[in-house]
């Protein structure tokens, strides 16, 4: 790959210097001949490249420090950290709920799979988390699946646009606008839900939401459809990213890594599937498994899982209890007073749910001593909380288990042999994102 | 073959080093008495029972006691489908323990968190620097001493968050309790 520069600008210096007689020689561009001799002195010089930390196909702020030789990566040294705010040292410093918001900004892609975590988590550390009330697990599958439509959506337009095809970008973000539009209804917000409660989620559904989803749901199939005519068999998508980035089974597992580039990778392990919470035991859906492990496999691996979120979402709106709209008057929080706020008609008119509304809110829920670790299937991959809890309102530790993190640790292995161009499409197909590796 | 079993099956093979399994809502965990044994167990866990995932290490600052640090390590394996928490722990003094990057190449990032944020070392390490902190920072911030609200370092006027003043008096919940000024994290000391 070694550019032979004497080669190149060898016999053209004659040539060169005969045809521009009549030109001006303070032009540093007529100098070129001079410069040519210079430059055989730097062959096989390596050049460092610094790449981000703002730099369109670094998602956000990560730095890649690149050692190139032309234009082939010989060395990749990611640096990452630049959007550390100290979630987990917050975490300490505060009651569980009051920890929600912080868990939007995480995955900022995908918040509501993150507040779905996050309250699986806490609810495991309480040993409640098989008392959740159907319609509150239906919800929150609804929840975690739009998300990673969300996340899968976005990631993929991205991945497209550094590619060069912009049209995909356009396309998703226009369904993108409809899941937060979604979100905006049922949460209040559109960007940062921190929809779930610890036993539950914030409000139920509103009048009409379901069907609204159900419709959601029809047309981002055909444009996923639409998505999958421009790229899956486009020869230049085709040729920028088969080959490249291939990611072997053992590689994977060593790396840790999670979701959708392990399963790219061909190993059958999805948290949904493995350790079932929620009612995913009840929905059917497949796991798809890429066989070569390269940056189109992952591509498709994404393809389909959206297609699956799509299909699991029809599922919970069919047998969600309570019906769409929920007739039925099912609870969506857990029946216990010391996890859940009560409704505020009673705490104004009752003693004892003044009294837990003010112990709640004042102190936080009393979380028994011990420690556990939830991992969840989130769309960038597992998401894991380990919480060690010495009693009382706050967590005396919480590690915050990030796949963008871990997904991002491979960098420095994956890189070097590709050339300078792959780097967009590598990074691409990992589909991290800052706030989550940086917390 | 279960995680217990398999928790059992380490138990048989290093002897007292290994606790009895323990662990809440279906998880094992066990402790390692000895830190530098770390290597071996984790080696024999991955090639011997079949956990061949590192999915974390995260660590703990029991502050005021001693051994300060735990390092607590998550296995699973990814065919049998079974979770081992490990936990060890490290006296302060020491703060220093053998690296597991041999045997999961994932454990390099997780040991430079550790490092960064608690400022425990691991032996052997291939490139033990800071990661979410800049190269040069003094502190250690996950410890329990270092103040919510930060501590200055040789980079003037970075993200500093001081107690919140409270005006119009301080709101008291438990009688005899602190005021809400004392009670702010952001000038708690683990002292008080």
């Given at each position: 790959?070694?550019?032979?520069?004497?080669?190149?600008?060898?016999?053209?210096?004659?040539?060169?210097?005969?045809?521009?007689?009549?030109?001006?020689?303070?032009?540093?561009?007529?100098?070129?001949?001079?410069?040519?001799?210079?430059?055989?002195?730097?062959?096989?010089?390596?050049?460092?490249?610094?790449?981000?930390?703002?730099?369109?196909?670094?998602?956000?702020?990560?730095?890649?420090?690149?050692?190139?030789?032309?234009?082939?990566?010989?060395?990749?040294?990611?640096?990452?950290?630049?959007?550390?705010?100290?979630?987990?040292?917050?975490?300490?410093?505060?009651?569980?709920?009051?920890?929600?918001?912080?868990?939007?900004?995480?995955?900022?892609?995908?918040?509501?799979?993150?507040?779905?975590?996050?309250?699986?988590?806490?609810?495991?550390?309480?040993?409640?988390?098989?008392?959740?009330?159907?319609?509150?697990?239906?919800?929150?599958?609804?929840?975690?699946?739009?998300?990673?439509?969300?996340?899968?959506?976005?990631?993929?337009?991205?991945?497209?646009?550094?590619?060069?095809?912009?049209?995909?970008?356009?396309?998703?973000?226009?369904?993108?606008?409809?899941?937060?539009?979604?979100?905006?209804?049922?949460?209040?917000?559109?960007?940062?839900?921190?929809?779930?409660?610890?036993?539950?989620?914030?409000?139920?559904?509103?009048?009409?939401?379901?069907?609204?989803?159900?419709?959601?749901?029809?047309?981002?199939?055909?444009?996923?459809?639409?998505?999958?005519?421009?790229?899956?068999?486009?020869?230049?998508?085709?040729?920028?990213?088969?080959?490249?980035?291939?990611?072997?089974?053992?590689?994977?597992?060593?790396?840790?890594?999670?979701?959708?580039?392990?399963?790219?990778?061909?190993?059958?392990?999805?948290?949904?599937?493995?350790?079932?919470?929620?009612?995913?035991?009840?929905?059917?859906?497949?796991?798809?498994?890429?066989?070569?492990?390269?940056?189109y496999d992952r591509y498709l691996v994404r393809m389909e899982e959206m297609r699956?979120?799509?299909?699991?979402?029809?599922?919970?709106?069919?047998?969600?209890?309570?019906?769409?709209?929920?007739?039925?008057?099912?609870?969506?929080?857990?029946?216990?007073?010391?996890?859940?706020?009560?409704?505020?008609?009673?705490?104004?008119?009752?003693?004892?749910?003044?009294?837990?509304?003010?112990?709640?809110?004042?102190?936080?829920?009393?979380?028994?001593?011990?420690?556990?670790?939830?991992?969840?299937?989130?769309?960038?991959?597992?998401?894991?909380?380990?919480?060690?809890?010495?009693?009382?309102?706050?967590?005396?530790?919480?590690?915050?288990?990030?796949?963008?993190?871990?997904?991002?640790?491979?960098?420095?292995?994956?890189?070097?042999?590709?050339?300078?161009?792959?780097?967009?499409?590598?990074?691409?197909?990992?589909?991290?994102?800052?706030?989550?590796?940086?917390? | 073959?279960?995680?217990?079993?398999?928790a059992n099956q380490l138990k048989a093979k290093f002897g007292d080093l290994i606790?009895?399994?323990?662990?809440?809502?279906?998880?094992?965990?066990?402790?390692?008495?000895?830190?530098?044994?770390?290597?071996?167990?984790?080696?024999?866990?991955?090639?011997?029972?079949?956990?061949?995932?590192?999915?974390?290490?995260?660590?703990?600052?029991?502050?005021?006691?001693d051994p300060r640090w735990t390092v607590v390590y998550h296995l699973r394996g990814?065919?049998?489908?079974?979770?081992?928490?490990?936990?060890?722990?490290?006296?302060?003094?020491?703060?220093?323990?053998?690296?597991?990057?041999?045997?999961?190449?994932?454990?390099?990032?997780?040991?430079?968190?550790?490092?960064?944020?608690?400022?425990?070392?691991?032996?052997?390490?291939?490139?033990?620097?800071?990661?979410?902190?800049?190269?040069?920072?003094?502190?250690?911030?996950?410890?329990?001493?270092?103040?919510?609200?930060?501590?200055?370092?040789?980079?003037?006027?970075?993200?500093?968050?001081?107690?919140?003043?409270?005006?119009?008096?301080?709101?008291?919940?438990?009688?005899?309790?602190?005021?809400?000024?004392?009670?702010?994290?952001?000038?708690?000391?683990?002292?008080?």
């Open positions: 790959m070694q550019l032979n520069v004497s080669r190149v600008c060898g016999p053209r210096k004659t040539d060169f210097m005969s045809e521009v007689q009549n030109i001006d020689f303070s032009d540093p561009a007529a100098q070129a001949a001079s410069v040519a001799e210079e430059l055989q002195d730097m062959q096989g010089e390596k050049m460092v490249l610094n790449m981000g930390p703002s730099h369109p196909a670094t998602h956000g702020v990560l730095r890649i420090v690149l050692e190139l030789d032309g234009e082939l990566i010989t060395r990749a040294v990611p640096d990452v950290g630049y959007l550390h705010r100290g979630d987990e040292k917050i975490a300490e410093n505060m009651t569980y709920t009051q920890f929600i918001p912080y868990t939007d900004r995480l995955d900022y892609l995908s918040p509501m799979a993150n507040n779905v975590a996050y309250a699986l988590a806490v609810e495991k550390l309480l040993g409640i988390h098989d008392k959740l009330p159907p319609r509150c697990q239906y919800i929150r599958v609804i929840c975690a699946e739009l998300a990673r439509i969300s996340s899968h959506l976005l990631g993929l337009g991205a991945f497209a646009m550094d590619v060069g095809a912009l049209t995909v970008f356009l396309l998703v973000f226009t369904e993108r606008e409809k899941i937060y539009n979604l979100c905006e209804s049922l949460t209040g917000a559109r960007f940062t839900t921190s929809y779930t409660r610890v036993g539950g989620v914030a409000r139920d559904t509103p009048p009409g939401w379901c069907d609204a989803v159900r419709h959601f749901l029809d047309e981002v199939s055909v444009n996923i459809a639409e998505v999958e005519t421009l790229l899956t068999r486009n020869k230049i998508w085709v040729d920028r990213t088969r080959d490249v980035g291939v990611i072997s089974k053992e590689m994977a597992i060593d790396y840790g890594l999670s979701g959708p580039n392990l399963r790219g990778s061909g190993v059958d392990y999805d948290l949904r599937k493995a350790q079932p919470y929620l009612c995913y035991p009840d929905l059917q859906f497949d796991v798809p498994l890429g066989s070569v492990g390269d940056c699956q979120s799509v299909r699991l979402i029809h599922q919970c709106l069919d047998k969600i209890p309570g019906g769409p709209d929920n007739q039925a008057n099912e609870p969506v929080n857990v029946a216990d007073g010391k996890v859940v706020l009560p409704p505020k008609n009673r705490v104004l008119s009752g003693m004892e749910e003044l009294i837990h509304q003010f112990m709640l809110v004042t102190q936080g829920m009393n979380v028994p001593p011990g420690e556990i670790y939830f991992g969840h299937e989130n769309p960038k991959g597992e998401l894991g909380f380990y919480i060690h809890s010495r009693g009382g309102g706050t967590p005396y530790r919480m590690k915050i288990r990030s796949p963008s993190f871990v997904n991002l640790s491979i960098l420095s292995e994956l890189m070097p042999g590709h050339l300078m161009s792959d780097t967009v499409v590598i990074l691409g197909s990992l589909d991290f994102v800052m706030g989550e590796c940086d917390r | 073959m279960t995680a217990l079993e398999q606790s009895e399994p323990t662990g809440v809502h279906g998880e094992i965990a066990v402790q390692l008495a000895d830190a530098e044994r770390i290597g071996d167990v984790c080696a024999f866990a991955k090639t011997e029972l079949g956990f061949d995932y590192l999915v974390d290490i995260s660590s703990l600052d029991n502050y005021g006691e990814l065919a049998n489908r079974c979770e081992l928490r490990l936990t060890t722990s490290v006296s302060e003094e020491k703060s220093e323990l053998p690296t597991i990057t041999s045997v999961w190449r994932t454990a390099n990032w997780h040991e430079r968190e550790i490092y960064d944020m608690m400022g425990i070392r691991f032996r052997g390490h291939p490139d033990l620097r800071r990661i979410l902190m800049w190269e040069g920072y003094p502190y250690f911030p996950l410890r329990k001493d270092f103040p919510l609200g930060g501590k200055p370092s040789e980079l003037p006027e970075v993200a500093f968050s001081k107690a919140a003043p409270m005006e119009g008096g301080p709101f008291v919940t438990i009688p005899g309790g602190k005021d809400a000024v004392e009670r702010e994290p952001r000038v708690r000391t683990p002292e008080n």
